[in-house]
């Protein structure tokens, strides 16, 4: 049974940084793509960054480029997402999530991921 387990969220100001991790179990790490996905309330959920396991590559929305980092750590079969110079407007519910590495696309779609954690809630605020 694939579980995602997300930690790491919180209030901080504006300016600030936080760093979410998502712990995964159940299925073979390098075999899978993963994402962060966001929702705030009244909005769509939307891919934040994406990660395929297997080479590497990264995703990037264009509202967190340059200021978010996907990573991961293959040993801990843990997923995190570095966040600096945060903004009110990334004020959100943020989920990561994982699928078989072909149902991968560029963005990331949150259909086509079958496996969410629970979320981890991030409020930037003054």
């Known amino acids: 049974e694939v579980q995602l387990v997300e930690s790491g969220g919180g209030l901080v100001q504006p300016g600030g940084s936080l760093r979410l991790s998502c712990a995964a179990s159940?299925?073979?790490?390098?075999?899978?793509?993963m994402g962060w996905f966001r929702q705030a309330p009244g909005k769509k959920r939307e891919g934040v960054a994406q990660?395929?396991?297997?080479?590497?590559?990264?995703y990037y929305a264009d509202s967190v480029k340059g200021r978010f980092t996907i990573s991961r750590d293959n040993t801990k079969n843990t997923l995190y997402l570095h966040m600096n110079s945060l903004k009110p407007e990334d004020t959100a519910m943020y989920y990561c999530?994982?699928?078989?590495?072909?149902?991968?696309?560029?963005?990331?779609?949150?259909?086509?991921?079958?496996?969410w954690g629970q979320g981890t809630q991030v409020t930037v605020s003054s």
């Open positions: 999530a994982a699928v078989f590495f072909v149902m991968c696309t560029e963005p990331p779609d949150p259909a086509r991921f079958n496996n």
């Open positions: 159940g299925f073979t790490f390098s075999d899978y793509c």
């Open positions: 990660i395929k396991l297997n080479t590497g590559r990264t």
